[in-house]
T-cell receptor
């Protein structure tokens, strides 16, 4: 799985958009970009994933650059409950072991 | 509601006393997995299972056993727990084919004294 690099932390104001960046310059053509988050000591929660097109669901949007070397997770209207560690993970889905390799992630703090 | 459940959620035990942490999912998923999470080390995979009666080691299997006799259940067994197995444990599941998201349980905090 390709390595990812994320800032250590960031904060944003409640109600504003939170833009969380991720670099994955060694990503391979068959590798997807996944985002998960973990709210303090709870089980990680899937947010979104994409291959090369931008994706949107009820939780967030994922913007992947054309060269696929970086991506941005966007929480359009952050709330206090979005305070969590966000993990960007790059992996291919081959149908074999679906192990997720979590790095250190980025700690998002949403302030009132 | 689609979910992964784990029991117990909290457990304090003593060295050498066998214990089992149960994991159950109601989504008919083929794939299940156990992770442990420790400060500074992130989540590390212990064991995984691709389907009933098919299990394999992850990155840190020493001191653990698993079984997969039924599709919905994937218990984690510590035959002789030691203090270095004090950790936060998560069970996860996903379908073999897409979608690719994994569902995680709420976690089991284990303390071995």
């Amino acid at each position: 799985d390709a390595k990812t690099t994320q800032p250590t932390s960031m904060d944003c104001a409640e109600g504003r958009a939170a833009n969380l960046p991720c670099n994955h310059s060694t990503i391979s053509g068959n590798e997807y970009v996944y985002w998960y988050r973990q709210i303090h000591s709870q089980g990680p929660q899937y947010i979104i994933h994409g291959l090369k097109n931008n994706e949107t669901n009820e939780m967030a949007s994922l913007i992947i650059t054309e060269d696929r070397k970086s991506s941005t997770l966007i929480l359009p209207h952050a709330t206090l409950r979005d305070t969590a560690v966000y993990y960007c993970i790059v992996r291919a889905d081959t149908g074999a072991n679906s192990k997720l390799t979590f790095g250190k992630g980025i700690t998002l703090s949403v302030r009132p | 509601e689609a979910q992964v459940t784990q029991n117990p959620r909290y457990l304090i035990t003593v060295t050498g006393k066998k214990l089992t942490v149960t994991c159950s999912q109601n989504m008919n998923h083929e794939y299940m997995s156990w992770y442990r999470q420790d400060p500074g080390l992130g989540l590390r995979q212990i064991y995984y299972s691709m389907n009933v009666e098919v299990t394999d080691k992850g990155d840190v299997p020493e001191g653990y056993k698993v079984s997969r006799k039924e599709k919905r259940n994937f218990p984690l067994i510590l035959e002789s727990p030691s203090p270095n197995q004090t950790s936060l444990y998560f069970c996860a599941s996903r379908a073999r084919e897409g979608p690719y998201e994994q569902y995680f349980g709420p976690g089991t905090r284990l303390t071995v004294t």
